[in-house]
């Protein structure tokens, strides 16, 4: 099998959606996303606030969304399509990335500067009682790295799993045995923040896959530097493993 270390990740579609969009228009502009991506493609969303109604406005349009609360706790939970996630664990393994440089970005995307941005002016903070905060600048937005974030946690095993390859690669693969399967599979996620008078709705699609060179492609992808601010480096898992989902509670 291939190493966790021997994957790549890669940014194809970063968007920020207009602020006071209606309900029902952020739904069919995460639809015709989702119409884009292969058939499996996992739908990540912010279940804090506003996320909550969406959840339902997702699963009536036919998407099958995992809502992910955002917490300012130590433990991740999970029960069915809904789990509750510290934010530390989310922007922790987005730095992982960053630091060890297998995140790449399509260098075209029109939202790519504003995703740089908001990466320089994320800081991280210790709280009195000695847990890790992540949050922006004064005056900054967060809505594109915290749709980024989600991407980057579930793709490295955050419902401890890897996902899912599409339908269409998995056959594929079936034919041409194990090795073969490794090195074709390539697995999509998009991760939306919810935003409505003040942060923007952020979507970001995100893909893993083996870091085998790809001519075709490596052209138009750059890699992402650390540009979080402070001395961040990759520091072990420390929370705890995905346990029943209680009522959530805090924020982010």
């Not at 095993?157 to 074709?184: K, Q, V, Y």
């Amino acid at each position: 099998m291939i190493s966790s270390r021997s994957y790549q990740y890669r940014i194809g579609w970063l968007q920020r959606l207009p602020l006071r969009m209606p309900y029902p228009a952020i739904v069919a502009a995460i639809g015709a996303v989702m119409r884009r991506l292969p058939r499996g493609a996992t739908l990540l969303i912010d279940n804090t606030g506003i996320g909550r109604a969406m959840f339902d406005l997702l699963l009536d349009d036919g998407l099958s969304p995992l809502g992910v609360a955002i917490t300012s706790g130590i433990q991740t939970h999970q029960e069915g399509a809904r789990v509750s996630v510290p934010k530390a664990t989310l922007v922790g393994k987005l730095i992982a990335l960053t630091q060890s440089r297998r995140l790449k970005v399509h260098g075209d995307l029109k939202e790519w500067p504003v995703l740089r941005r908001e990466l320089q002016n994320f800081r991280p903070e210790i709280t009195p009682s000695g847990r890790e905060t992540w949050n922006a600048a004064s005056g900054s937005h967060d809505d594109l790295i915290i749709a980024t974030a989600l991407c980057s946690w579930y793709l490295q095993g955050g419902t401890g799993g890897w996902g899912a390859p599409s339908p269409f690669l998995a056959a594929l693969a079936a034919g041409l045995g194990a090795r073969a399967a490794e090195m074709i599979t390539e697995t999509f996620c998009v991760g939306v923040d919810f935003g409505q008078s003040i942060d923007n709705t952020a979507i970001c699609v995100m893909s893993k896959l083996p870091a085998v060179p790809d001519p075709g492609r490596d052209g138009f992808y750059e890699k992402v530097e650390p540009e979080v601010s402070g001395d961040t480096v990759e520091r072990p898992e420390t929370v705890a493993p995905t346990t029943p989902h209680p009522e959530v509670g805090g924020g982010r």
